[in-house]
């Protein structure tokens, strides 16, 4: 079985340590910084970490898909 890559995106300060456990980093210091880099994942990413801003950006966007995937998971505040 084959692990799927995993992405952090949010403030620098909130995901920019999960480089270090292989995640790729996604720095989005701002609403529309996390949604455009929402919309460039890259491919292959099968679970993304949220940071709380960057999930209520994503909330927050009519725009934004609501696929099943990629799963994600929400930092704790």
């Known amino acids: 079985m084959t692990m799927g890559r995993v992405a952090a995106l949010g403030e620098r300060t909130r995901v920019a340590g999960l480089a270090l456990a292989g ?9 529309e910084a996390v949604r455009r880099a929402w919309r460039a994942l890259p491919d292959g990413i099968d679970l993304v ?29």
């Open 23 to 31: 995640a790729v980093v996604l720095l989005a210091d701002d609403p």
């Open 49 to 77: 970490i949220l940071t709380p801003a960057a999930a209520a950006a994503l909330s927050s966007d009519p725009a934004a898909p609501r696929a099943r995937r990629p799963l994600t998971a929400v930092m704790p505040p």
